[in-house]
C-alpha cells in the first residue's frame, strides 16, 4: 500500500498543512518515508464541522447497520496482511510477532462492540409506566435510555500503534455508541495509522456510512490536538499516554465555553505487595514473573509493575532472586529518542534521591543509542518512600523501584499514600488474605483492577475488565477504556414523559421490538 501522508477529511484527503513531518525507525535512527501533513486550523475546522453533520444521521442508523460498519472495519484491518505489520515495525521497533497479536486483539475488540450494538442492552432502558388515575397526583410515564453524545476526539497512544490508536478501543467503543471520530495520530508511527485509516474509511464507503464518521488528522505539534479539543463541534475526548500531555487536554476542554468530558489515561505506578507466606513459598517463582513483567515491552506498558512493596526481610528475598535472573546483555529498543530521553532522566532523579540504592549493574546512557534502555531496579526504605514522592512517580519504561515496609502497619499506611493507579496486585496464601483486610481495603480505594498472585501487564478483554483508576491513572475513575464498558463513556441519559408509543425510541417501546433486556417497573425483563 502506498502511503500519501494525507489528512482523511471523512471521504476526502487533504494536504494543506506546510509543516512535513516523518515518522523515524527507532532501530536505525533513519527517517521513513512519506512526510505527513501537519492539520491546518482550517482542515481541523472542516473535521469537526463534517463529524458534526454525519452525527444527525449516524446516530439514526439501525444497529444492524452501525454493527456491520464496525466488522467491516475488522475485516478491512485483518485484510491489511503483512503490510501494515512491516510498516509498524518500522516505525516502532515493536517485533512483528507482537504486533500481530495487538492487530488479534484490536479487530476482536471491534467485533466484540459489533456484538454489543446489535444486542442492544447497553443502553440501560427503564420504563416507569404512568398511572393517571394515581392520587393524590397522577403519576407520569417515564422512559429513559443512554443516546451518543456527540463526535469524539481520539488521541492515538505511542506504545500500542493498533489497540490505542486509530481503530483502538477508544474509536470502536465511539463508533459503537453511534459517534463519529476524529483521531489524531500518533506522530511516531502515522505511517500505520494511515493504513488502518484507510481501512476505516473503505468500510464506511463499502458500507454507506455518512461522509465524516470517521477522519484522521496529522501533526507532531501540541496545536493540532488543542485545536481539535477546543473546537465548539467536538462534545467528548479519549486519549491515552502522559501526564502532562492528558492534563492539559483536561485543562483545555474544561476551559471551553461548553466544557466536554476528557476520557485520559495517563500514568500508573501498578504497586505489586508480596507477602511473607508468598515470599516464602515461592519467592523465586515471583521473581522470575516480576522481572519479566516490569522488562515486557521494554517496560512500555500502562500496567507495568513499577513499586514492588514488602516487610524488608521479603524484599531482601525478592532482591537477591532478581540479581539471580537471566539478564540479555543486549540493549533494549524503546518507541522513539523522546521515551528514552524521559526513561534515563526518570532513572537519574530516582538515583539521585538519598537512601535509593541501584540492584542493578550500572548503565551508562552515553554508550547507548538515543532509543536504547536497559533494565533498572531500585531499592528504598518506606521512610524514604514517605519522605520522597518521586519514588511514587511512573517511569515509563523497565524500571522498578523495590519498597522495604518494616511492619505490617507500615505496609498498609504506604497503600492508603498511594496516588491512584490502574491496578494493584496482592501476592499472598490464602490463609493470608483474612488478616491482610485493611490493605485490601485500602487498596480498593486507589486502583481499578486489583490482581491477586498474577502481574498487572496483559488486559483480558472482556465485559468485566476495568482499565481505568482514580487520577492520576484516569481524569475519571467511573470509566474504563478497555472492554465493553467502555461505550458508556461516550453516551448520556435522555428521558421521555408521556410520549405516545409511535414517538418513542424502539428500545422504549412496550412491544419491545428490538428484545433486549429492559428495567420495567423495577424488574429486569425481555418481554
Partial sequence: MELSGSNFVGYSRSAEGANIYTAQNPIESRPLEPGFHEATPAEIDRTVTLAGAAFHEYRELAADQRAAFLNTIAANIDGLGEALIERGSLETGLGANRLRGERARTSNQIRMFADLVVEGSWVEARIDRGNPDRTPAPKPDLRRMLIPIGPVVVFGASNFPLAFSVAGGDTASALAAGCPVIVKAHPAHPGTSEMVGRAIVDAARETGMPDGVFSL???????????????????????????????????????????????????????????????????????????????????????????????????????????????????????????????????????????????????????????????????????????????????????????????????????????????????????????????????????????????????????????????????????????????????????????????????????????????????????
Fill in 217 to 527: 488528522l496529522h501533526g507532531p505539534s501540541n496545536e493540532t490536538g488543542l485545536g481539535l479539543v477546543r473546537h465548539p463541534g467536538s462534545k467528548a475526548v479519549a486519549f491515552t499516554g502522559s501526564l502532562g500531555g492528558g492534563r492539559a487536554l483536561f485543562d483545555a476542554a474544561a476551559a471551553r465555553p461548553e466544557p466536554i468530558p476528557v476520557y485520559a489515561e495517563m500514568g500508573s505506578v501498578n504497586p505489586v505487595f508480596v507477602l511473607p507466606r508468598a515470599a516464602a513459598e515461592r519467592g523465586k517463582a515471583i521473581a522470575k514473573g516480576l522481572q519479566e513483567s516490569f522488562t515486557l515491552g521494554v517496560g512500555q506498558f500502562c500496567t507495568k509493575p513499577g513499586l514492588v512493596i514488602g516487610l524488608t526481610e521479603t524484599i531482601e528475598l525478592l532482591a537477591a532472586d532478581l540479581e539471580h535472573q537471566p539478564q540479555d546483555p543486549k540493549p533494549m529498543v524503546m518507541l522513539h529518542e523522546g521515551i528514552a530521553r524521559s526513561f534515563w532522566s526518570g532513572i537519574e532523579r530516582l538515583q539521585a534521591v538519598t537512601g535509593v540504592e541501584v540492584l542493578t549493574p550500572p548503565s551508562d546512557p552515553g554508550a547507548l543509542s538515543a532509543t536504547q534502555a536497559r533494565p533498572v531496579i531500585l531499592k528504598a526504605e518506606a521512610s524514604t518512600f514517605f519522605e520522597r514522592r518521586e519514588l511514587a512517580e511512573e517511569v515509563f519504561g523497565p524500571v522498578t523501584v523495590m519498597i522495604a515496609c518494616s511492619s505490617s502497619e507500615q505496609m498498609v499506611e504506604l497503600a492508603r499514600r498511594l496516588d491512584g493507579h490502574l491496578t494493584a496486585t496482592v501476592h499472598a496464601e490464602e490463609d493470608e488474605l483474612e488478616s491482610q483486610r485493611a490493605l485490601l481495603r485500602a487498596l480498593e480505594l486507589t486502583v481499578g483492577r486489583l490482581l491477586l498472585n498474577g502481574f498487572p501487564t496483559g488486559i483480558e478483554v472482556g465485559p468485566a475488565v476495568q482499565h481505568g483508576g482514580p487520577y492520576p491513572a484516569t481524569t475519571d475513575s467511573r470509566s474504563t477504556s478497555v472492554g465493553t464498558a467502555a461505550v458508556y463513556r461516550f453516551a448520556r441519559p435522555i428521558c421521555y414523559q408521556d410520549f405516545p408509543q409511535a414517538a418513542l425510541p424502539l428500545e422504549l417501546k412496550d412491544d419491545n421490538p428490538r428484545e433486549i433486556w429492559r428495567l420495567v417497573d423495577g424488574e429486569f425483563k425481555k418481554s
